[in-house]
């Protein structure tokens, strides 16, 4: 990354109310200018007209944005596509689709940009998949999947969709269910955009698997419990396919109850050798080294978010700082990463943005 470019962030936020939410006084997407010399976040712009747009994914190419809207008692979520203006970031509303479910939880993008996927964690179709036109808005859905099945707690009554990515060869579709405690695998058929079933991966029983994230080298994978405030770790073959569980560790310190916090983001550093998890409750971010070859986690400290209910936070594309949302606070809170240790240095920098949960940043220039 060169002097020259600059790094954009959007932020999704919730606009609507919900019985699970404390905060909904977002007004749509925002958009800030980061500075790289002090972590400060400077107001862009805004993107009005979008409900709740909850989670947001980047195409690969940096010049398409799509937003989920979740709102509670709609029929159906819908996902949204937005041009990136390549001098100033601001958002072109392109078009949007149904995703088929409701309460659309998660959005992202494959690997050459031809399909968007979204998940939904309500009702209806578990997970979606939209072709993705020429100039980048989102075609009627290709094909969707609804899975069946439960899980041990109450509220995991029946399927509930939360994530869903690509693996980094972009052959296979891996969606974390909440619901079921289970990583199901899907082949991605490219000519029509169809979700081949393929295989399941169980993970412990009332964890609540919420997140997943792909070490860069593509051999391991991680997935972060809601309810029981852990990450599991996963190694993966790409040639088959396959996951397999390789261990967890906890998320919170040694003394802290999980019924009192609730896993939520987890995230990657671009160099692999250190990967973060979101509590909210506890309002900190547990850090993790990763070890080299194996893929294993030690849980080196935890970080206190300075807000509450750290529900999403994000990278930026030099591994130098981490940006958290503190989604009932109002805030989110500049981190600078440590590159030896992989801990985290507050910057002091702090933005007040309503209900923000979704981070996403953006290289232009």
Not at 78 to 85: E, G, L, N, S
Not at 318 to 338: A, E, H, P, W
Request: include cysteine.
């Amino acid at each position: 990354m060169t002097q020259a470019q600059r790094l954009l962030l959007y932020v999704g936020t919730y606009t609507r109310p919900a019985p699970y939410l404390k905060t909904h006084s977002g007004q749509g997407i925002y958009l800030y200018s980061f500075d790289r010399a002090t972590g400060a976040l400077t107001p862009v712009s805004e993107t009005h007209g979008i409900d709740s747009p909850s989670y947001l994914a980047i195409s690969r190419d940096q010049q398409r944005l799509y937003a989920v809207s979740e709102v509670w008692l709609w029929p159906e979520g819908t996902i949204t596509a937005y041009a990136i203006d390549q001098q100033t970031g601001a958002l072109t509303y392109i078009n949007r689709q149904s995703t088929r479910g409701t309460v659309t939880a998660y959005a992202s993008v494959d690997q050459a940009d031809h399909f968007a996927f979204a998940a939904n964690y309500w009702d209806g179709e578990t997970v979606a998949v939209f072709p993705l036109r020429a100039d980048g808005g989102v075609l009627p859905a290709s094909d969707s999947v609804r899975h069946v099945g439960r899980g041990p707690k109450p509220a995991q009554d029946k399927s509930h969709g939360h994530c869903i990515v690509t693996d980094p060869t972009n052959r296979w579709v891996h969606v974390v269910d909440l619901g079921l405690d289970q990583v199901v695998t899907y082949q991605l058929h490219h000519q029509y955009g169809r979700l081949i079933p393929h295989g399941t991966t169980q993970l412990e029983a009332g964890m609540g698997a919420r997140h997943m994230v792909f070490h860069p080298n593509g051999q391991s994978a991680y997935v972060i419990g809601e309810w029981n405030s852990s990450i599991t770790a996963l190694t993966f073959n790409a040639e088959t396919g396959g996951l397999m569980p390789l261990h967890s560790v906890p998320t919170l310190p040694e003394g802290v109850s999980a019924e009192t916090s609730y896993g939520s983001d987890i995230q990657i550093h671009p160099s692999g050798k250190f990967l973060y998890g979101g509590n909210r409750g506890h309002d900190s971010l547990v850090i993790c080294a990763v070890e080299e070859g194996t893929g294993r986690l030690t849980v080196i400290g935890h970080q206190s978010t300075q807000g509450n209910f750290p529900r999403n936070f994000v990278i930026d594309p030099t591994g130098m700082y981490l940006l958290v949302g503190n989604q009932n606070s109002d805030t989110i809170v500049s981190f600078r990463i440590d590159q030896q240790t992989g801990l985290l240095e507050p910057t002091g920098q702090v933005a007040n943005v309503p209900a923000p949960v979704c981070l996403k940043f953006v290289t232009l220039g």
